[in-house]
Every structure is written in C-alpha cells, then in structure tokens.
C-alpha cells in the first residue's frame, strides 16, 4: 500500500474549511493508503504563541481529528514533538536547501511582511527555515503522496527539489513525494466575504464555521451567509462566489457534485435550510464523540503515545539511512 502523510498546525480553532478541505479527505483515504497524519507543534512555535494555548490546542486537535473518523488502529496518529527524528532530521535538510531557495517561499514572505506592518514585528529564523521542518516530516515516512491545499504546493515541490538533491549528492536516501490535490469543489470560502478563504481569525467570525460551534450557531451563521442580488440558483464561483460557496458546502458534506445540486433548488432560502441541516447533521456525531473524548484526556494520551512509537519505528530507519549517507559517525 502507498503512504500519504499530511501534517496540521494546532493553533487556533479547527473550522469547516479545514475539515471539508483536508480532514475529511484524510479519513476517506485511510482505506486505500498507509497513513500517518502528523499534529505539527513545532511549527506552531514558528510564531510568537502562548505555551498553555498551546498544549491544550493540540490535545484539542487530535480529539477533533479522532472525533472526525481518523481511525489510530489504521493509521498512524501522533504529535511531532514527540519524535525527535523529525527536528534532527530537519537540521540535515537546513544545510541541504539553500538559503536563496527559502527566501522565495510565498509563505515566509507573507508571514514575515504580516509581522512587520501591524504585527508583533517579530521574524523568527524558525519562520524561515519551516519548510526544512516541513520536508523531514514527509521525508522521513517514505511518503509516497503528500495531501496539501494550494497555499503548500510551493513547500511540497521544495520538499522534492531538497530531496532530490540530497539523493544525488550522497546516494539514494529519500523517497521523491508526489502532491495529491483536493477536489476543487473542497475549496471552502468565508460565508460573509466569499471572495476569501474561510479562516479562523476573530474578525471574520459570523463568516467562519467552527467545527465545535454550536449547532444552533451554525444555522443561523449559514442562514446570514451573503447570496447576491438577483435569484438564480447556479455554480459559478466567479460570478456568484456566495451562493457557490453554499452549493461548495452542502456538496462536501454530502458528497455530491455542487453544479448537479444547483438544479435542485431554486431559491436561496431552500439553498440556506438544506446547506444547515446537512452540516448540522454532519457535526453533530463529530461534536458527540469529541466531548466523550475531551471528558478522558487520558485516552487521548495514550492513544498519541501508541501513535509516536509507530511514527518512531519507521522514523528511526530513515533517519539512521540519512546520516550514514550524509557522513555522521555512527
Ligand atoms: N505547513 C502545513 C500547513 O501550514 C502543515 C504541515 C507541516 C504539513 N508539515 C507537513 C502538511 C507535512 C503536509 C505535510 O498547512
């Protein structure tokens, strides 16, 4: 079986962007892929954070990602920090991308410009050296296929490009990762300004899902989600981003094609009532099991633990091939 590997940062609150975008393609895939899917704290500290939000993110987010289906009996669920490889691993591919390389990142220019005009006006090196991190993530799996959103495709070809040449300086080492891109109806906007992705920060909050808002919440939020002036119900994201969005939604939730399910309706208010009742009826179970599991910290625990000694076993070979290759003594 091919292995996938995917990683997602726990800072702030998980929405339904992240979880029709990414996380319920992660749990479709545990039938057909060996997967191992990665709590990636390290790169939290990328930015200025706070050290108990912190923790307690990131227990939160593996109870959503359990709450959501990821079975840890099929894959391999664990936190980052909890395997050294990772990091040691990292500092290897530091000193094999170049510095010229990461300074074209589009994501460490935008991060880093964020920081400077209003923001806390701090550049960590860790902000800049994030994709040797995010490469010895996926490297160290043997990862075959890399689920990533637009925003890291430029990181996954880095990752390529470094293994790459890792391989061809020191002898074949890395397996070469693939990008597997989610369908185009995943993309999911903010239900006030649909012309932007749904993100967690507070400012946008009637436009943002959370996946642990209330039920009650979430109808009312997609019921005040804005349409367009005229009535036709059409998917057409250039034209009608709102009622898009909404047909984007209810055919994530249910698996059904959004241009097919323009034709089932033909008011916005039908649109708005069946786009509600299907994701409340999505979360609900999901919002059910995460309280069971937030009562049992414990549990969690123990299950992250099992997952780091898999994630470790495998981690460890390709970590010890990566410095014999490289010339580290043993
Ligand atoms: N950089 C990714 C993001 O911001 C998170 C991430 C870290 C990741 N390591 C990874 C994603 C490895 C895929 C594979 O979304």
């Not at 706070?50 to 990821?70: C, K």
């Not at 923001?119 to 990862?143: V, W």
């Not at 891109?181 to 400012?203: F, T, V, Y």
């Not at 057409?236 to 984007?248: F, H, R, W």
């Amino acid at each position: 079986m091919s292995r996938v590997f995917s990683g997602i940062k726990p800072t702030g609150a998980i929405h339904l962007g992240n979880f029709l975008g990414a996380v319920q393609n992660w749990v479709a895939m545990q039938d057909d892929y060996d997967a191992v899917y990665c709590v990636v704290d390290l790169h939290a500290l990328t930015v200025p954070q706070d050290p108990a939000e912190l923790r307690a993110g990131s227990l939160r987010l593996a109870q959503v990602l359990l709450a959501a289906g990821i079975n840890p009996d099929r894959s391999t669920l664990f936190v980052q920090s909890h395997v050294h490889e990772h990091p040691e691993l990292a500092w290897m591919l530091e000193c094999t991308a170049s510095f010229g390389e990461l300074r074209r990142m589009t994501q460490f220019k935008d991060k880093s410009d964020q920081a400077g005009d209003g923001g806390s006006g701090f550049i960590s090196a860790g902000l800049f050296t994030y994709p040797a991190l995010m490469a010895a993530d996926i490297l160290l799996y043997d990862t075959d296929a890399v689920p990533v959103g637009d925003d890291q495709r430029q990181h996954l070809e880095l990752t390529r490009d470094v293994a790459e040449r890792f391989n061809s300086r020191y002898g074949d080492t890395f397996v070469i990762p693939d990008a597997i891109i989610p369908p185009a109806g995943a993309r999911i906007m903010d239900l006030q300004h649909p012309e932007n992705k749904m993100s967690k920060s507070d400012d946008t909050d009637s436009g943002t899902i959370l996946l642990l808002d209330d039920l009650k919440k979430i109808e009312k939020k997609i019921k005040r989600a804005v349409t367009d002036n005229d009535s036709e119900v059409r998917f057409d994201i250039a034209e009608k981003p709102g009622v898009s969005n909404l047909l984007s939604i209810l055919g994530a939730v249910t698996d059904q094609d959004p241009t097919a399910l323009a034709d089932e309706f033909d008011q916005y208010g039908p649109l708005k009532t069946a786009t509600a009742e299907a994701v409340i009826e999505r979360l609900r179970p999901i919002q059910e099991r995460f309280f069971e599991l937030e009562a049992d910290p414990a549990e969690t625990q123990r299950l992250l633990k099992h997952g780091a000694d898999r994630a470790q076993e495998k981690a460890a070979e390709v970590l010890a091939r990566a410095k014999q290759h490289i010339g580290l003594l043993p």
